[in-house]
């Protein structure tokens, strides 16, 4: 029997309509910038002096020169306006898609949803987001913290390929301002923004061909969620970076990319030196070149545009594809490798040969970045 040939037909992103470069904190939070070192950010990213094996030295000597930046080397951020929500984003991102294919919702079977973080405490966005879409199928929500996106992608191309459903939308939101204390430097690392892609049946020989997704039980407590009161008597809940966190990151890193970008590539029945350009998720500036030093790879195979975004979470898979792609990094039957770590949650890779995908409307231009005339394609 021959297994149908599934992965990405068309993909887009949206961000919100503010950018909030590094200068907004100088200017408004000058206190805060002159204390960083005292702060969450650099408890959390810290090199580890007492590292014992070469996989921690890759990690904390990628770190050490980011040290005395007290951004820790992000340039701008998106974040939501007071109008703009995760749903709103969503919307955005989906419509773009589905426009891209030449679809209407109508011909959309399955919808999967990761919002990261819905304005509602409960349920996710799934429901909301089909209603706005005026979609009748099935709508499901799904989390995996920052690796959500693949674990969509394997869920959709799994449905897709036993013929249960036919094409597959997957949308994905991060909404990390409205749940970051201001007064906390962990907001200079946190932005917004969203991304969609729709799943279907390729031309023979494309889309997803190997997969490996391992739990990352081993970061329990990195992060954590905590509840509080504003001034109005409001509920709040802000992300906290918990107690020995850069210890984590320091110890399973490496350990996770080696063990998924190996196990992809090799259930794909490839090698390392097959892949054309690798997609990495880049929540700190010097992510990709842990990534790269970790697989022993060239930097130019791969995208870095954190100092564009700062963490974007979940949707920095599909936005670094779908910015690989625009720019021409990423070409029809091009080998390409996906790989994301989250926290609580799994680390995963996905190796994948590109189809003829279409791209959703381009987002806003940078601004400090453009004004430098710099493109952030590599690091």
Same mark, same amino acid.
Request: proline share 4%; with cysteine; hydrophobic share 40%.
């Given at each position: 029997?021959?297994?149908? =040939?599934?992965?990405?037909?068309?993909?887009?992103?949206?961000?919100?309509?503010?950018?909030?470069?590094?200068?907004?904190?100088?200017?408004?939070? *000058?206190?805060?910038?002159?204390?960083?070192?005292?702060?969450?950010?650099?408890?959390?990213?810290?090199?580890?002096?007492? #590292?014992?094996?070469?996989?921690?030295? &890759?990690?904390?000597?990628?770190?050490?020169?980011?040290?005395?930046? *007290?951004?820790?080397?992000?340039?701008?951020?998106?974040?939501?306006?007071?109008?703009?929500? #995760?749903?709103?984003?969503?919307?955005?991102?989906?419509?773009?898609?589905?426009?891209?294919?030449?679809?209407? *919702?109508?011909? &959309?079977?399955?919808?999967?949803?990761?919002?990261?973080?819905?304005?509602?405490?409960?349920? !996710?966005?799934?429901?909301?987001?089909?209603?706005?879409? !005026?979609?009748?199928?099935?709508?499901?929500? &799904?989390?995996?913290?920052?690796? =959500?996106?693949?674990?969509?992608?394997?869920?959709?191309?799994?449905?897709?390929?036993?013929?249960?459903?036919?094409?597959?939308?997957?949308?994905?939101?991060?909404?990390?301002?409205?749940?970051?204390?201001?007064?906390?430097?962990?907001?200079?690392?946190?932005?917004? !923004?969203?991304?969609?892609? &729709?799943?279907?049946?390729?031309?023979?020989?494309?889309?997803?061909? !190997?997969?490996?997704?391992?739990?990352?039980?081993?970061?329990?407590?990195?992060?954590?969620?905590?509840? @509080?009161?504003?001034?109005?008597? %409001?509920?709040?809940?802000?992300?906290?970076?918990?107690?020995?966190?850069?210890?984590?990151?320091?110890? @399973?890193?490496?350990?996770? /990319?080696?063990?998924?970008?190996?196990?992809?590539?090799?259930?794909?029945?490839?090698?390392?030196?097959?892949?054309?350009?690798?997609?990495?998720?880049?929540?700190?500036?010097?992510?990709?070149?842990?990534?790269?030093?970790?697989?022993?790879?060239? *930097?130019?195979?791969?995208?870095?545009? %954190?100092?564009?975004?700062?963490? /974007?979470?979940?949707?920095?898979?599909?936005?670094?594809?779908?910015?690989?792609?625009?720019?021409?990094?990423?070409?029809?039957?091009?080998?390409?490798?996906?790989?994301?770590?989250?926290?609580? #949650? %799994?680390?995963?890779?996905?190796?994948?040969?590109?189809?003829?995908?279409?791209?959703?409307?381009?987002?806003?231009?940078?601004?400090?970045?453009?004004?430098?005339?710099?493109?952030?394609?590599?690091?």
């Amino acid at each position: 029997m021959m297994v149908k =040939s599934v992965g990405i037909r068309a993909i887009a992103v949206k961000f919100p309509s503010i950018i909030r470069t590094n200068d907004y904190y100088r200017k408004h939070y *000058p206190q805060l910038v002159a204390q960083a070192e005292q702060k969450t950010l650099a408890r959390l990213f810290v090199p580890d002096n007492a #590292s014992t094996t070469a996989d921690d030295d &890759i990690w904390s000597q990628e770190v050490a020169p980011y040290m005395s930046d *007290p951004f820790r080397g992000t340039v701008e951020r998106r974040v939501l306006a007071p109008e703009e929500t #995760s749903l709103s984003l969503e919307y955005g991102a989906a419509v773009d898609a589905l426009e891209a294919a030449n679809l209407s *919702p109508d011909d &959309i079977d399955l919808m999967l949803v990761t919002s990261l973080f819905p304005e509602q405490v409960t349920p !996710g966005n799934a429901a909301f987001l089909a209603g706005k879409l !005026g979609l009748v199928g099935a709508a499901w929500n &799904i989390e995996s913290t920052c690796t =959500s996106a693949l674990v969509s992608l394997q869920t959709a191309c799994s449905l897709v390929r036993t013929g249960e459903y036919r094409n597959v939308l997957v949308v994905v939101s991060t909404t990390y301002s409205r749940y970051t204390d201001e007064n906390d430097t962990l907001a200079f690392l946190s932005g917004d !923004g969203a991304g969609a892609f &729709i799943v279907g049946e390729l031309k023979p020989n494309q889309g997803i061909m !190997g997969t490996k997704i391992a739990n990352t039980s081993a970061t329990c407590g990195a992060f954590y969620n905590e509840f @509080t009161t504003d001034e109005q008597g %409001n509920v709040k809940m802000f992300i906290r970076g918990g107690k020995g966190a850069s210890k984590m990151f320091n110890e @399973t890193t490496v350990r996770f /990319i080696r063990l998924c970008c190996h196990g992809a590539i090799a259930d794909a029945g490839l090698t390392l030196d097959d892949i054309d350009f690798f997609v990495f998720n880049t929540p700190s500036a010097w992510y990709s070149q842990v990534c790269t030093r970790a697989l022993g790879i060239k *930097p130019e195979r791969t995208i870095n545009l %954190n100092p564009l975004y700062a963490n /974007i979470g979940p949707t920095f898979p599909i936005a670094n594809l779908y910015h690989a792609a625009q720019a021409g990094k990423i070409k029809e039957n091009d080998l390409v490798l996906v790989y994301t770590m989250g926290s609580s #949650s %799994n680390a995963g890779a996905s190796v994948m040969r590109w189809g003829d995908v279409a791209l959703g409307a381009a987002p806003a231009p940078s601004v400090s970045l453009q004004q430098e005339n710099k493109i952030l394609i590599t690091h």
